[in-house]
C-alpha cells in the first residue's frame, strides 16, 4: 500500500515538473497567439533552433562550464530574437489580415524548413550534447527525486510565468500589448504601434524558446527529434486557453501529470506509447466540451 | 482551360455551369485523355510510368484535400490518417476475405469517410486554428491505434502485405497494367470533383468557406455540409490509400505519417486552393520533385556533403524546399499555380494586339 501510494506520488513529481517544462514551451506559442492572433505551428522548431544555438556555441567557445553556459544562453537568445524579428517582417507581416489558414501554412512552412535544416548544413544530422555546469545526480525531495535539470526547468518556467504576469498587468508595455490584441484599430486609433508591438510578441517569443531550448536540449540532446517536443504544446494550451498564460502553466502541469500516470499504470497493459497518446484524447475532449479551454478568452463573432 | 470568347454568349443558367463552357476545353480534354490513355504509356520507361502512378494516386488525394480546404475553407492536417484508414480496411478485407478490388476499394473509402465524419463533428463548434489542432490530434490518435491493435495493423511490424489488383482473374503486374488501374480512377476522381464543385453541394460549400455564419443565414444547414466535406475529402483520402495499398502492394502506416499530410497541404498551395486544374497542377509539382531533388543531389551533392548521407540529404531537402515553397505561394501567390496558368493564358488570349 505504502509503496504503491509512493509510485503514485513519485509519478506525479515527474508529471509536474515535466508539465512545467512543457508550459515554458508552450508560453511562447501563448504570447504569440495573445498579442498578433497567429499560430506558430514551429513552436518546436523554434525550441530546436535554440538548442542547436546553444550547443554550437557551447561546444564552440567554454564548454561545460559556468562561463561556456552564459555565453550559450545569451547567444542563444540572441539568435532566437533576430530569428523572430526577421520571421515577423518576412513572412508573417504580409499574411495580416489574411485567412487564419494562411499563417497555420506558412508556420508549417517554417517547421518544415527548420527540419531540414540541420542534416544539410555543416552541423550534421547526429545528435550534439548541451553540456549546463550542473550535476547529473537526482536530488532527492524525502517523498520523491528529481534530476536537477528538470528542478532547473521547473524554476525557470516558474519565473517565466511570474515575469510575463507582471509584464502583461503591471508594465506600459505590457498594457499596450493587450490593448493591441484585444482590438487592433482602436490600439492603433490610441496611438499604439501595432507593427512595433507585434515584433516585440515575436521577440519574446524567441527569449521563452531560448530558455526552452536550452533545458530541454541539455535534457534530451540536440538533434531534430527534440522539435517532437512542440507537438506536447497543443494539449497544454488547449487545455489552459489559447491566450492565457496562466493556462499554459495549469495545462502544462495537466498534461504532464495526465502523461506520466498514463505511462505509469496504461502501459504495461497496451504495450507502451500512452504517453504519446493519452494527452492528445484529454485535448479532444477538451475541444468538444470547452473549446476555448479553461482560461481562455471566448471570440464573438460578427458578420 | 483554353478560352476563345468571341461570339460565345450564354443564355442559359445551363451553358453558363456546364463542365466545359467552351468547345475547345472539350478539345482539350479530350487531347489529354488521348495523350495519356495511348501515347504515355507505350513511350515512356517503366521508371517514369511509376512517377505517373503516384501523380494520379497523390491527384486523388489531393482533390480530396481541396474539397475539403479550398472549397469549404475547414483546414485539415489529419490527410494522411483517414488514407490509412482506408488503406488498413482494403487490405484487411482483401487478405482476411479474399475480396476483389472493386468491393475493398469502395469499402475503404467509405469506412475513411465514416472516421473523416466523426473527426468532422468538432468542425460545427470550432473552426480555425482550433480546428487545425483537433485534425492534428486525430492524426496521432488514428496512427496510434492503428499500430497498437493488432487486429487491424495485422501484428508487430504494422504493414500487411496485398495481392496487386486482378480484373476477371488476371492479376494486374506490369507498371503499364498499373498505370492503366490508377489513370482509370484519377479520371473519375477529376471529373466527379469538376461536377461535385458545380453542384448545389459544391456552392454549399463555396458559401460555408466564405462566411459560415452568414451561410447559415441564408438556409445552408451548416451541419450536413460540414460534416459531408469531411465524409467526401476523407473518401477521397481512403481511395488515394487503398490505391496506394494496391499499388505498392503493402499497407504500412510509415507511408500515411504527418509528413505526408503536410504534403498534401503543399499540392494544394502551391496547386492553388479551390481550384481542381490547381490542385492537378500542385500534385504533379509536388510528387515529381522530390525527383529532381534526388538527382541534382546525386549529380552535385558528393562534392558538398558526405556519400554515405546523401539520401537523408536529398530528404531534408525536399523538407526545405517545400517548406521554402509553402511559404513563398502564401506571400507571393496565394492562388497557386492556378493562378500563374490563369495569368499566363490571359496573356496569351489577346496576344499580339494586348491593347
Known sequence: ?303 | MFHREAGNFKTTYDSDMALFPLPLAKWAAGFFLLVFTLIVPFSMHEYYLSVFIQIFIAIVGALGLNILVGYTGQISIGHAAFMSVGAYTAANLAVKLGLPFWLTLPAGGLMAAFIGAIVGIPSLRIKGTYLAIATLASQLIIEWIINHTPAISGGAAASIEVPRPSLFGYQLKSPRELYYFTLFFVVIAIVCTMNLVRSRIGRAFVAIRDQDIAAEIIGINIFRYKLLAFAISSFYAGVCGVLYTYYYSIANYEAFQIVVSIDYLAMIIIGGLGSVLGTILGAIFVTALPYAIREAVNLVGGYIWDTAALSAVAASMKLVIFGALIIFFLVVEPEGLARLWRNIRNYFRVWPFSY
Open chain 1, 1 to 303: 500500500m505504502l509503496e504503491e501510494l509512493g509510485f503514485a506520488i513519485s509519478l506525479l513529481v515527474s508529471g509536474a515538473s515535466i508539465g512545467l517544462m512543457y508550459a515554458l514551451i508552450a508560453l511562447g506559442f501563448v504570447l504569440v497567439y495573445k498579442a498578433t492572433d497567429a499560430i506558430n505551428f514551429a513552436q518546436g522548431e523554434f525550441v530546436m533552433l535554440a538548442a542547436y544555438a546553444g550547443a554550437l556555441t557551447i561546444a564552440a567557445t567554454f564548454g561545460a562550464s559556468i562561463a561556456g553556459a552564459v555565453v550559450g544562453i545569451l547567444v542563444a537568445i540572441a539568435v532566437m530574437v533576430a530569428f523572430s524579428f526577421g520571421l515577423e517582417r518576412i513572412v508573417l507581416r504580409p499574411l495580416l489580415g489574411r485567412p487564419v489558414v494562411a499563417v497555420i501554412m506558412a508556420t508549417i512552412g517554417l517547421a518544415a524548413i527548420l527540419r531540414g535544416l540541420p542534416p544539410i548544413t555543416p552541423f550534421g544530422a547526429q545528435t550534439k550534447p548541451l553540456p549546463l555546469p550542473i550535476s547529473d545526480l537526482p536530488i532527492d525531495l524525502g517523498f520523491a527525486t528529481i534530476p536537477p535539470i528538470q528542478l532547473l526547468g521547473v524554476i525557470v518556467s516558474l519565473l517565466c510565468l511570474g515575469v510575463f504576469t507582471w509584464f502583461f498587468m503591471k508594465s506600459r508595455m505590457g498594457v499596450a500589448m493587450r490593448a493591441v490584441a484585444d482590438n487592433q484599430q482602436v490600439a492603433m486609433a490610441m496611438g499604439i504601434n501595432v507593427e512595433r508591438y507585434f515584433a516585440i510578441a515575436w521577440a519574446m517569443a524567441g527569449i521563452v524558446s531560448a530558455l526552452g531550448g536550452i533545458i530541454w536540449g541539455s535534457m534530451l540532446g540536440v538533434d531534430t527529434q527534440l522539435a517532437l517536443v512542440g507537438l506536447k504544446v497543443f494539449p497544454v494550451v488547449i487545455l489552459g486557453g489559447l491566450d492565457s498564460v496562466a493556462g499554459a502553466v495549469i495545462g502544462g502541469l495537466i498534461v504532464g501529470i495526465v502523461e506520466s500516470l498514463a505511462a505509469g499504470y496504461l502501459d504495461p497493459y497496451v504495450g507502451g506509447g500512452t504517453k504519446d497518446f493519452a494527452p492528445y484524447v484529454l485535448m479532444i475532449i477538451m475541444l468538444m466540451f470547452k473549446p476555448y479551454g479553461m482560461f481562455g478568452k471566448r471570440k464573438i463573432e460578427r458578420i
